[in-house]
């Protein structure tokens, strides 16, 4: 069974630095990665995903992330953080085929707060 | 175009009570699903469907059942609702026939059982 690992609850970062959301997974064959972004009250919005190619992957609002087969990572990354990306962010994993394919599995979340 | 979504907003039960949450998505999308977000849990999945007519269950299903008679809509049933089934649900839809489609979510349903 596939698994993610957000390892940090929250992540502080002041605005106009650059911030880092960590990821970890755990999946059997090649996974299909994604982030999503949860902002107060709201729905889940998809931010970015990587399924093959290059290893970093550019998505909405300015994130990027890298994936790191070796280490089985897939950190958000964001060059500088402005205040409105303060939300709740969520990683996800999804094997690449057979039973289960189609399920994906979310971390716990990481609370980002950017401060003014 | 409304995409993915959900009635009621919020809902308060009674424990034992019965309910049904709602969600419609108007994308022709053939995979949707049910999750459920706890505070300190992230999102866990109920229950999914690849088309209509087709169901299964995903990692927490235990008193909800779900059916799937269109394309469009994918009901999610309390049969009878108990105090750990307060929580946040979302439902989401993607396209299918391959599973790196990413999932639309609807803006969630707030219920409270009593």
């Known amino acids: 069974a596939q698994s993610v690992a957000q390892p940090e609850d929250q992540v502080n970062v002041a605005e106009g630095n650059p911030l880092t959301v960590k990821c970890t997974y755990s999946v059997s064959g090649n996974p299909y990665l994604f982030w999503y972004v949860q902002y107060p009250n709201r729905g889940l919005q998809f931010l970015l995903k990587y399924i093959t190619g290059d290893n970093l992957v550019k998505g909405s609002y300015g994130f990027e992330a890298e994936f790191n087969k070796s280490q089985t990572s897939f950190h958000l990354k964001k060059p500088s953080a402005i205040v409105s990306d303060s939300a709740l962010y969520f990683c996800a994993v999804r094997p690449p085929s057979g039973a289960g394919s189609y399920q994906l599995t979310f971390g716990k979340g990481t609370k980002l707060s950017v401060i003014p | 175009n409304a995409g993915v979504t959900q009635t009621p907003k919020f809902q308060v039960l009674k424990t034992g009570q019965s309910m049904t949450l709602q969600c419609a998505q108007d994308?022709?999308?053939?995979?949707m699903s049910w999750y459920r977000q706890d505070p300190g849990m992230g999102l866990r999945l109920i229950h999914y469907s690849v088309g209509a007519g087709i169901t299964d269950q995903g990692e927490v299903p235990n008193g909800y059942n779900v059916s799937r008679s269109t394309t469009e809509d994918f009901p999610l049933r309390l049969l009878s609702a108990a105090p750990s089934q307060t929580s946040v649900y979302f439902c989401a839809s993607s396209y299918g026939g391959t599973s790196f489609s990413e999932q639309f979510f609807g803006p969630g349903t707030r219920l409270t059982v009593l």
């Open positions: 994308m022709n999308h053939e995979y």
